[in-house]
């Protein structure tokens, strides 16, 4: 028996060493032996998972907002401590602009930042992945499987940068708060909201998930449902806003999602094909929604987690009036209602099969993504992945001369713009 479990423990060992070696000399690999590593829940398989999806996010084209962070970046590492703190002051997301006049000063280049908060956002999703499969002891191999696809999806190393990193951030530190109890949980709601300042009503929302006013009763619960999926305007967005004790530099900031450029609601310029694909991608959200109705019921118990979703759908339904935040706040609800139907799975018929049905919409989630997005990876230098060692990949970065010839001042690939193509 201990024989066996020596041997046992050497072969593991070997893998893993032999695994490690072939991520330095060929990343792409040793994705075999990451992914066996994950499943069966090995740390270094995490680390090497996490670094690979964040070659693949800084691989991705300097466009868009990208290219916004690229010029800002380059701005940040040309100035001394005292007149970045004047930059800093008209900042209210301290994290990025910190990291990049750090790593500007260390000779980094901007892709050094999309590659940490890429490979940082992978590795929080997969601790909570082996938090959440070690809890339930009710997970078979064939749910574990299961959740990886579902907290763990492959188009999140394209757009996880600073929205996504703080939305991973902030439902890491949403599951560890109200979960498990866990004071670490609220540090790291808090560094979300310093990553993106549009994520701040979740501070209050922990406060006041500790007030047993927020008990509702199932009836209530899914009226509030109702009026989530349905309502479509509100006009308590400023007015809510001005009743709050900000500073005057911060309202303004916050107003411009309510009455300036960010308040635009895009769904109005979608096409037919692209509201039918929003609508499509909303059934994952429906039926989590549905699982937790089911969990809400089953422990009419007042729980800390029961008040703390209450509280964050009526925050929901009350920002409706500000597109890219009520946008914003329910991409949060959705991940963290994937996380709650995993956390109370069990084997009965009806959650299995909810959760295949699930599996199945997510999967065809991705592929629509990748398809979506598939004029970007064409522009991007993602073959790069396949053809380099770890120590050259560290080293990449886009040019100046390449980003000149293919991104416009607006930060949109030219070509893109070439074909008849608009942003919305």
């Not at 100035?79 to 800093?88: A, K, T």
């Not at 301290?94 to 050094?112: R, V």
């Not at 609601?265 to 994952?284: D, E, G, P």
Request: with cysteine.
């Amino acid at each position: 028996m201990i024989h066996s479990l020596i041997l046992s423990d050497r072969r593991n060992n070997q893998y893993k060493t032999l695994g490690i070696l072939i991520f330095i000399i060929y990343p792409i690999l040793s994705f075999p032996f990451i992914l066996k590593g994950i499943l069966k829940r090995e740390r270094w398989a995490y680390l090497l998972g996490a670094i690979l999806m964040g070659y693949i996010g800084m691989l991705y084209p300097p466009a868009g907002d990208m290219y916004r962070y690229a010029e800002d970046f380059n701005l940040y590492k040309e100035l001394d401590w005292e007149y970045f703190w004047i930059f800093m002051a008209l900042k209210f997301d301290y994290f990025l602009p910190l990291l990049s006049w750090i790593l500007g000063k260390l000779g980094a280049y901007p892709e050094s930042t999309r590659f940490l908060f890429v490979a940082c956002s992978y590795y929080l999703l997969l601790d909570l992945y082996h938090d959440i499969t070690l809890s339930n002891k009710d997970m078979t191999r064939r749910t574990r499987v299961y959740s990886l696809i579902l907290l763990v999806p492959l188009t999140f190393s394209i757009y996880l940068f600073r929205m996504g990193f703080a939305q991973v951030v902030l439902v890491y530190g949403i599951y560890w708060f109200l979960m498990k109890n866990r004071k670490k949980g609220l540090f790291f709601i808090i560094f979300a909201v310093f990553t993106h300042v549009s994520y701040m009503p979740f501070i209050f929302i922990a406060i006041a998930s500790r007030y047993k006013i927020f008990n509702f009763s199932s009836n209530v619960f899914c009226y509030l449902c109702f009026l989530l999926i349905f309502i479509e305007s509100s006009s308590l967005g400023v007015t809510l806003l001005r009743s709050l004790p900000f500073s005057e530099s911060l309202l303004v900031h916050l107003e411009e999602y309510i009455s300036g450029s960010q308040s635009e609601n895009l769904s109005s310029q979608f096409t037919v094909r692209q509201l039918i694909a929003k609508y499509f991608f909303n059934i994952v959200y429906y039926i989590t929604l549905y699982q937790y109705y089911v969990f809400y019921k089953l422990n009419p118990q007042p729980l800390k987690i029961k008040r703390f979703v209450n509280i964050f759908i009526i925050v929901i339904i009350m920002s409706s009036s500000v597109p890219i935040l009520h946008a914003r706040l329910l991409d949060v609800l959705k991940v963290f209602l994937i996380l709650s139907s995993l956390c109370f799975m069990n084997n009965s018929f009806r959650m299995q099969r909810l959760l295949r049905i699930v599996v199945v919409f997510t999967i065809i989630n991705i592929l629509f993504s990748f398809w979506q997005i598939r004029f970007f990876l064409k522009f991007s230098r993602i073959d790069v992945l396949f053809t380099s060692s770890s120590v050259q990949l560290i080293d990449f970065h886009y040019t100046d001369k390449w980003v000149s010839k293919n991104i416009d001042e607006e930060g949109h690939l030219i070509e893109w713009l070439k074909l008849g193509y608009r942003p919305l």
